[in-house]
């Protein structure tokens, strides 16, 4: 199974301030996903991001908000920028895995606040 | 468009119990089928998961009953015991590299 660490695990951020976010993988990876968990709901993909490529980003989510970059096939960064109370989740970073590369891992999370 | 529905959001079973958890897919392209556990401060872990080729999986305790035709599948955990006291996401996927959609969600709390 993968291993996957995220930077920082939370953080409290000032509205109007951006906050960027690691994921580092023990295993090199060809996609990364990034997710988004809001207080009490599910898991809402925000983009797939390709080592060499522009993230490819879900419906509602755009890049000037939540740009990312993967400069490697073991890394990955998720930027939340002007940040307002509503950005306000868990942020979670995942790949595939597992013997046939159909298992997703996640990471444990970065859970931020904006006040 | 919610391609994944889950119920019931929430969940009360006694220690010994048995725990269900329901979900329903609208997409026939989905070929995986996983259900997630998350422990609060953690990420979702990956519990158990079935393929739509066969009705049903189980391990240990948890077992997936699936039904291709209604698009519907479920988790069955016996013997509930208080450490299972968890969220409980079902998912559905398609392809190789596995983008995961999310059922809302089943909090579960099992008491002594």
């Known amino acids: 199974s993968a291993v996957i660490s995220q930077k920082p695990s939370r953080d409290i951020c000032q509205r109007g301030t951006s906050l960027t976010i690691q994921c580092q993988v023990d295993s090199q990876v060809t996609m990364m996903f990034w997710y988004r968990q809001q207080p009490g709901q599910s898991l809402t993909l925000i983009a797939t991001?390709?080592?060499?490529?522009?993230?490819?980003?879900e419906s509602g989510f755009v890049i000037d908000k939540f740009p990312i970059s993967r400069p490697n096939l073991t890394f990955s960064t998720l930027t939340v920028s002007n940040m307002s109370p509503e950005d306000s989740s868990i942020y979670l970073c995942?790949?595939?895995?597992?013997?046939?590369?159909?298992?997703?891992?996640f990471g444990q999370g970065t859970r931020l606040t904006v006040v | 468009q919610q391609q994944v529905k889950q119920s019931p959001q929430s969940l009360i079973v006694q220690k010994g119990g048995i725990s269900i958890i329901n979900c329903a897919y609208e997409n026939t392209a989905f070929d995986y089928f996983p259900w997630y556990q998350q422990f609060p401060g953690k990420g979702p872990a990956l519990l158990i998961a079935?393929?739509?080729?066969?009705s049903e999986k189980k391990e240990g305790r948890f077992t997936i009953s699936f039904n291709k035709s209604a698009k519907q599948f479920s988790l069955h955990i016996m013997d509930s015991q208080p450490g299972d006291s968890a969220t409980y996401f079902c998912?559905?996927?398609?392809?190789?590299?596995?983008?995961?959609?999310f059922g809302i969600g089943t909090k579960l709390q099992v008491i002594p």
């Open positions: 991001a390709n080592q060499g490529s522009e993230a490819t980003y």
């Open positions: 998912a559905a996927a398609s392809g190789g590299y596995q983008k995961v959609t």
């Open positions: 995942s790949v595939a895995g597992g013997p046939f590369n159909t298992e997703a891992f």
């Open positions: 079935i393929r739509p080729d066969v």
